[in-house]
C-alpha cells in the first residue's frame, strides 16, 4: 500500500483523476482538416523516403538477397543485409557468437535485434533513411490515424 505525503499531494491526485474522466467523457477538440493534412503530408514523407531506399545501391544488395521477396520494410531482411551480405559489424555482437551465447543481442527466435540503438551505429544514409521511415509510419499509423479512428460527433 502506498501512503500519501501530505494532504495536498491526495488533493492533487483525485484532482487529476476526476479531470481524466472528465475528459474522457467529454473528449477533445480535434481540427479534422488539419489532422488529415498532417496524416497526408507524413505518409508523403515516407514515400518519398522509400523511393529514395530503392535508388539507393544498398538496395540492389537487398534485391540480390531476397529477389521477389525483398520487403524494404521487414527489419530482419535489413539486418541480413547490414551484418551479413555488407559484413557491417554487428555492435551487440562483435564476436558473433550466435543468440546461444549472446542471448540479449537477438530475439527470441534468434534474429538479429535492430531497435534503433544497434541501427544508430551504423553510420549509412540508407538506415537514417530506414529508421526515419519505420518513424513516420508509425507516427501515421498508430498515433494520427488512431486520433482519427476515434473522432466522433460533428465538428464546430
Known amino acids: 500500500m502506498i501512503e500519501v505525503a501530505t494532504p495536498e499531494a491526495s488533493r492533487l491526485f483525485h484532482e487529476g483523476m476526476e479531470?481524466?474522466?472528465?475528459?474522457?467523457?467529454?473528449g477533445?477538440?480535434?481540427d479534422l482538416p488539419y489532422l488529415e493534412e498532417a496524416i497526408a503530408s507524413t505518409d508523403r514523407r515516407a514515400s518519398e523516403l522509400l523511393a529514395g531506399m530503392r535508388a539507393d545501391p544498398l538496395y540492389s544488395e537487398w534485391r540480390?538477397?531476397?529477389?521477389?521477396?525483398a520487403k524494404l520494410t521487414a527489419p530482419d531482411q535489413l539486418a541480413t543485409v547490414l551484418f551479413d551480405r555488407l559484413n557491417i559489424p554487428y555492435q551487440l555482437d562483435p564476436e558473433n557468437r550466435g543468440p546461444e551465447e549472446k542471448p540479449e543481442a537477438y530475439t527470441e527466435t534468434g534474429?538479429?535485434?535492430?531497435?534503433?540503438?544497434?541501427?544508430?551505429?551504423?553510420?549509412?544514409p540508407f538506415v537514417r533513411d530506414w529508421s526515419r521511415h519505420k518513424k513516420l509510419?508509425?507516427?501515421?499509423?498508430?498515433?494520427?490515424?488512431?486520433?482519427?479512428?476515434?473522432?466522433?460527433?460533428e465538428i464546430l
Open 19 to 26: 479531470a481524466l474522466a472528465r475528459m474522457e467523457a467529454n
Open 28 to 30: 477533445i477538440r480535434v
Open 64 to 69: 540480390k538477397a531476397f529477389g521477389a521477396k
Open 111 to 124: 534474429k538479429r535485434i535492430t531497435k534503433d540503438h544497434v541501427l544508430d551505429q551504423v553510420d549509412l
Open 137 to 153: 509510419t508509425k507516427l501515421s499509423s498508430t498515433f494520427l490515424k488512431g486520433i482519427k479512428r476515434d473522432v466522433c460527433g
